[in-house]
């Protein structure tokens, strides 16, 4: 027979799996002998075989739960239904990972109109029994009956005001007697059945209901955002009630072991006398600052501040902890490790170090990474309180404030008069790039987590709001609505892009700093790591921040970026557009002096850190106007017959837009496919790196460039295209009289690329893995399609487990990124390798190929 049902004496703290969270910490904390009420868990295994069963409580399972109520029983002297000694319990969720809030609880079960004069007796206190009672059928009613609490705090106030009182401790014994009989005409009314008098009855509804809740709406899109699979299930917990309401000698309460903002070694929390449960959360009372209580149950409080003392020391992290306090005994009803900001998971993983609790290892394990971002970025006071007008996906930290502009141009037009402005687009798409990098910030209705603005956003270090539905954006009025309120171009905002949140004007920010305890983790990192890190970096700017941060050098210097400005592109399109070879070279001449500036000025940032320059990889279409915008503009002047030479112009533009129209962008004319069709565009700017290092290297510096070729796929590509730029580094070498050393390399980025690493390493002096092609290329998917239009169902429908966008895909992409290094290194024993893309941002184990 299957095992469903255990007692909190026969658990512990490893059974997450099985008792859930909840359980196995009440199990642990019974185990080591904290004043735990006594009770016993039903396992997640059970609730599986509930749903497996189609939503019905197998025989085995009741039974189970029938004679661990019988335990329970003898344990505390009580029994469930008895009119003279009821025992009451509590029906509590718990699921393996902490869901706080999002399933339900049902408190002072087993309750009804015998028991509830047996407890008024035994307790001498009437009228916190009939009050106990009341939030009973109210609580049962809510979690089982589905009927809305609305009806029963409306009839509540009513008799409340008809009484006259303010507050319910006003109410009397007598008074909620009559709340009771309203309470119980609401239920039948709207849930159509009697309130059910059977104490077990009540149970087993109960706890099928918390089964049920595994799966309500918040609890599914909870699970989807913190990427909790849904197959786990949740455990229940049946505990015997303790009252924190029965009378100012008890109360109930949340405290922390330390501050969970700033990571403060000092307990941390609130409490409020007479009072049960969500009382403290509900916000209907103010609840007190936990050091009173010093003063008002100075034994409780010694006996609380000893406890969190061994939950902490026990459980060797901060702990999120429960209490409730009946007649002057303390009960403990629930510890876990406690959510807390990135400064105090910085702060605390230190200082458990010092306190010899943790080693630093486990310190760095203790923070997330993903979290660390939220610390390198200006953010919102947290002092403030926001008046949140839409949220959307949090999909780049950092807060920025400014006017709302609908458009690219418009917005790179503002930020060249020093205006702070926020670009509000639908989507973005690489057209609106220039915006993007103008404005403070990005937010998109429409869009995803990876999708382009998001992508770009966070490449730059920019905060950007994506799929923020809510915003009803009219670009011809330029405006958007959410619900009533308008927001017009020009008006200020304030975005969070570590929330998703979005507040109207402006308000008050903090600047990024590393604490002292942050620079002394990330010591300990460089330890410990087995990777080194660069940063993406297009210029000198960024390439200091990069070097601030400690990053070991740049792996991607993407050249486009610099094509991309707006005094460059007419250049860069009279290159694009040339009929003859001589047009180009002259475009190519005019853009050569900017690029080698540009290395020029990173090169002498970084100096002796390596910099991997990438050459041009994108199709040039991109760098041309958008096809449908220009059809519209001939179109325009055939009919208004107006200016017959911009016509003209513009037809001709039109043919060449045509011309390098391609079907599929993602599999066309592009990396080093362009390289090999217009050898001109990579000699220039092999010329302007050779230039750039002589210069620098005459100043005495030192440098470590690494020039990379990308999209290779075939060995011959790279021989040619190193061929290429051998030949003009030892050209321009020979003409400055300096010699250089510097190394060439690929990006693997295609499958046929990984698979033949062994032939590429030959012509190849390191790899860099570009995942995010390679994910594209091996699963055959556009990113943009793929992410617009059918990804999230995949998802959904468990084709995928995850993004492999975000997370790599280790059984397929790995592995072909397995296999580049197994076979490169086989050529070339000391090949250096590295992963350049979004998955080396993730804290996905991306790094198991690599070693
Ligand atoms: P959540 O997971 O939403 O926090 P809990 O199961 O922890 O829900 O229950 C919420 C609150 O109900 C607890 O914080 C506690 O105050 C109260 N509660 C739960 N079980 C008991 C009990 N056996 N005795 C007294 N209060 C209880
Ligand atoms: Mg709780
Ligand atoms: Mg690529």
């Not at 009378?247 to 990571?263: H, I, L, M, Y």
């Not at 990005?442 to 995803?448: H, N």
């Amino acid at each position: 027979m299957n095992k469903f049902v255990y007692m909190f004496d026969e658990g512990h703290s490893k059974q997450k799996e099985l008792l859930g969270g909840k359980g196995a910490n009440l199990a642990e904390m019974t185990r080591i002998g904290l004043p735990v009420p006594y009770g016993f868990t039903i396992s997640t295994e059970a609730c599986n075989a509930y749903y497996s069963a189609k939503k019905e409580l197998p025989t085995e399972i009741e039974l189970q739960i029938l004679e661990a109520l019988h335990s329970l029983e003898e344990h505390t002297g009580k029994k469930l239904g008895d009119p003279t000694n009821p025992l009451l319990v509590s029906v509590r969720s718990g699921a393996v990972h902490s869901m706080p809030g999002m399933m339900d609880t049902v408190l002072n079960l087993g309750m009804n109109d015998e028991t509830v004069k047996g407890m008024a007796s035994l307790t001498n206190n009437p009228r916190f029994s009939y009050d106990s009672y009341r939030r009973f059928i109210q609580m049962f009613s809510d979690v089982v009956l589905k009927v809305d609490g609305f009806y029963f705090e409306q009839l509540l106030e009513e008799i409340r005001e008809a009484k006259g009182y303010q507050t319910d401790p006003e109410m009397k014994a007598e008074d909620w007697k009559e709340v009771i009989l309203g309470y119980k005409e609401i239920v039948k009314k709207h849930a159509k059945r009697n309130f059910p008098e059977d104490p077990f009855e009540q149970l087993f509804l109960s706890v099928t209901a918390v089964f049920d809740s595994w799966n309500n709406q918040r609890a599914i899109v909870y699970r989807r955002l913190q990427k909790i699979p849904g197959h786990l299930g949740t455990a229940v917990n049946i505990q015997s009630m303790v009252f924190g309401n029965m009378g100012n000698d008890s109360g109930t309460g949340v405290a922390f072991t330390r501050n969970p903002s700033t990571g403060e070694s000092k307990l941390y929390g609130e409490y409020l006398i007479n009072a049960q449960g969500e009382d403290v959360v509900a916000g209907i009372r103010t609840p007190q600052p936990i050091v009173t209580l010093k003063q008002e149950m100075p034994n409780v409080y010694e006996q609380f501040v000893n406890t969190c003392q061994i939950l902490e020391n026990h459980y060797q992290d901060m702990q999120d902890i429960e209490f409730t306090v009946e007649r002057g005994d303390l009960f403990i009803l629930q510890t876990r490790t406690g959510k807390r900001t990135a400064e105090a998971a910085i702060r605390i993983a230190v200082e458990l170090v010092n306190e010899q609790i943790i080693s630093k290892k486990e310190a760095l394990l203790r923070v997330d990474p993903e979290q660390l971002n939220q610390l390198l970025h200006r953010r919102i006071d947290d002092s403030f309180k926001r008046n949140v007008l839409a949220k959307g996906l949090p999909a780049s930290p950092g807060a920025a404030t400014g006017r709302v502009v609908f458009d690219a141009d418009e917005a790179e037009r503002l930020a060249k008069e020093n205006q702070k402005v926020i670009l509000v687009r639908p989507e973005t798409t690489p057209d609106d790039i220039h915006g993007i990098v103008a404005a403070e910030a990005t937010v998109t209705s429409r869009g995803g987590m990876t999708s382009h603005a998001a992508v770009v956003a966070r490449g730059m270090g920019k905060a950007c709001i994506c799929g923020c539905e809510v915003l009803k954006i009219d670009l011809k009025s330029q405006q958007f609505k959410v619900g009533e309120t308008i927001v017009r171009k020009g008006d200020v905002i304030t975005i969070d892009g570590s929330t998703g949140e979005m507040m109207v004007g402006d308000i008050p920010m903090i600047e990024p700093k590393l604490s002292k305890e942050f620079q002394l983790l990330l010591t300990w990192a460089d330890a410990e790591r087995k990777l080194g890190v660069r940063a993406n970096a297009d210029n000198p700017e960024d390439a200091k921040k990069a070097l601030d941060f400690g990053a070991g050098g740049i792996g991607l210097c993407r050249t486009e970026h610099m094509f991309m400005d707006s005094k460059r592109i007419p250049i860069v399109q009279e290159m694009i557009l040339a009929d003859t070879f001589e047009e180009r070279e002259e475009a190519l001449q005019k853009l050569l002096p900017m690029q080698q500036k540009d290395f020029e000025e990173i090169f002498e940032v970084m100096q002796e850190h390596p910099v991997t320059i990438r050459l041009l990889d994108p199709p040039l279409h991109e760098f041309l106007p958008n096809k449908e915008e220009l059809l519209v503009d001939v179109t325009t002047l055939q009919i208004t017959e107006g200016n017959t030479e911009e016509l003209k112009k513009k037809e001709e533009l039109l043919r060449k837009v045509r011309l390098l129209d391609e079907a599929n962008p993602m599999l066309g004319h592009r990396g080093c496919r362009l390289g090999m069709s217009h050898p001109e565009i990579y000699m220039m700017q092999a010329k302007a790196i050779f230039h750039a290092l002589t210069n620098v290297v005459e100043k005495g510096m030192v440098v470590k460039p690494e020039i990379m070729i990308p999209l290779v796929g075939h060995v011959n590509e790279l021989k040619q295209m190193r061929q290429l730029v051998i030949s003009i580094g030892e050209q321009v070498m020979e003409e400055r009289g300096t010699k250089i050393d510097y190394l060439i390399g690929t990006m693997i980025e295609v499958p046929r690329a990984a698979l033949t690493a062994d032939q590429i390493a030959e012509e190849a002096d390191f790899f860099s893995f570009g995942t995010n092609d390679l994910t594209q290329t091996t699963f055959g998917y556009s990113r943009d399609d793929a992410e617009g239009k059918f990804l999230q169902a995949y998802i959904e429908n468990k084709i995928l487990p995850v993004n492999p966008f975000a997370t790599l895909d280790q059984e397929g992409v790995g592995k072909l990124v397995e296999t580049g290094v197994k076979l490169g290194r086989k050529t070339k024993p000391a090949l250096k390798t590295g992963i350049c893309g979004e998955h080396g941002a993730n804290n996905s184990p991306f790094n198991f190929a690599m070693k």
